[in-house]
């Protein structure tokens, strides 16, 4: 069985949903909170590796600090938007699930399923 890792904010609807989808599945997956525990840069450029995109696929415009610190410049450097997102976790879009070397993000929720193996 592949390990599956959630990238998950309990507060948010879609993470949650998507992690009874799991559950649901008879999966537990490795949950990481991570807004508690951030993802560092490495592991932040490996993860947007396994999802086939460039970190500002990754960026939840709709948050202050995408506005504040000016992210929607499109001359920011790919990794300029990395270290805001290490910087700011909750600028990253959620919830992930990451399986194997796979990922996807789960918007919506059902979205997860497409790499379950």
């Not at 009874?20 to 450029?45: H, I, M, N, S």
């Not at 995109?53 to 415009?61: K, S, W, Y």
């Not at 700011?88 to 796979?102: N, Q, S, V």
Request: with cysteine; hydrophobic share 40%; net charge negative.
């Amino acid at each position: 069985m592949t390990d599956l890792t959630l990238y998950h904010n309990p507060r948010c609807s879609k993470s949650r949903g998507a992690l009874e989808l799991l559950e649901a599945r008879g999966l537990a997956p490795t949950v990481v909170r991570y807004l508690e525990t951030p993802l560092d840069a490495a592991q932040l450029k490996r993860l947007l590796g396994k999802l086939g995109i460039g970190a500002r696929q990754l960026l939840r415009t709709g948050e202050d600090e995408y506005k504040t610190l000016n992210l929607a410049d499109e001359n920011l450097a790919e990794d300029d938007l990395i270290a805001a997102i290490v910087a700011h976790p909750k600028l990253m879009e959620r919830p992930i699930l990451e399986a194997g070397e796979k990922a996807i993000i789960g918007r919506p929720p059902e979205k997860i399923l497409e790499i379950l193996p």
